[in-house]
T-cell receptor, first 115, second 112 residues
Framework: AQSVTQPDIHITVSEGASLELRCNYS??????LFWYVQSPGQGLQLLLK??????LVQGIKGFEAEFKRSQSSFNLRKPSVHWSDAAEYFC?????????????FGTGTQLKVEL | ETGVTQTPRHLVMGMTNKKSLKCEQH?????MYWYKQSAKKPLELMFV???????ENNSVPSRFSPECPNSSHLFLHLHTLQPEDSALYLC???????????FGPGTRLTVL
């Protein structure tokens, strides 16, 4: 069965420090992969996506992610975290189904930023 | 209005009530989705509509009844819910099968 795992439930970093959020996937083939961010009381906003090609993907708000097939990973990174980055981050994998597509989400990583 | 909107943003209902959640997308997309987000659990896909036809129903109890009257609107009709149905219900839309999904802000539902 397809699955996406985010091993870290909570992460705390200092403002200005670098960040890496982990994501591992388990699919029969390479899925499309996404990172979303959710601020309190809000819906999910897409940070970046990987379909194919270059394994280093650039997203919004200074985030990037690297697809590593050998490790079945798609980790999210940011060189310098801002206090406004505090939120919950979700990794998701996609398979195609019927006329739409089906996203399988990880359980999320709650990011806290210390000033 | 832009993007994906959901109303109401908050809803409190008793177990015997009937209510509906509304989702509207202003993006010209042709697929719409309902998700349930409960505390400490991954987002769960409930229903997928493509071109107004339901193409997926992930074993959702019959007390949840979706309706998609056109490609811009999606409803989730609720009746005789249970307290464990309390959650954030998110609507999303996408254009085509490969495009990313855009999410609304969600409806926070509390069942007493």
């Amino acid at each position: 069965a397809q699955s996406v795992t985010q091993p870290d439930i909570h992460i705390t970093v200092s403002e200005g420090a670098s960040l890496e959020l982990r994501c591992n996937y388990s699919y029969g083939a390479t899925p499309y992969l996404f990172w979303y961010v959710q601020s309190p009381g809000q819906g999910l906003q897409l940070l970046l996506k990987y379909f194919s090609g270059d394994t280093l993907v650039q997203g919004i708000k200074g985030f990037e992610a690297e697809f590593k097939r050998s490790q079945s990973s798609f980790n999210l990174r940011k060189p310098s975290v801002h206090w406004s980055d505090a939120a919950e981050y979700f990794c998701a994998g996609q398979i195609l189904t019927g006329g739409g597509n089906k996203l399988t989400f990880g359980t999320g990583t709650q990011l806290k930023v210390e000033l | 209005e832009t993007g994906v909107t959901q109303t109401p943003r908050h809803l409190v209902m008793g177990m015997t009530n009937k209510k509906s959640l509304k989702c509207e997308q202003h993006l010209g997309h042709n697929a719409m989705y309902w998700y349930k987000q409960s505390a400490k659990k991954p987002l769960e896909l409930m229903f997928v509509y493509s071109l107004e036809e339901r193409v997926e129903n992930n074993s959702v109890p019959s007390r949840f009844s979706p309706e998609c009257p056109n490609s811009s609107h999606l409803f989730l009709h609720l009746h005789t819910l249970q307290p464990e149905d309390s959650a954030l219900y998110l609507c999303a839309s996408s254009q085509g099968r490969r495009d990313e999904q855009f999410f609304g802000p969600g409806t926070r539902l509390t069942v007493l």
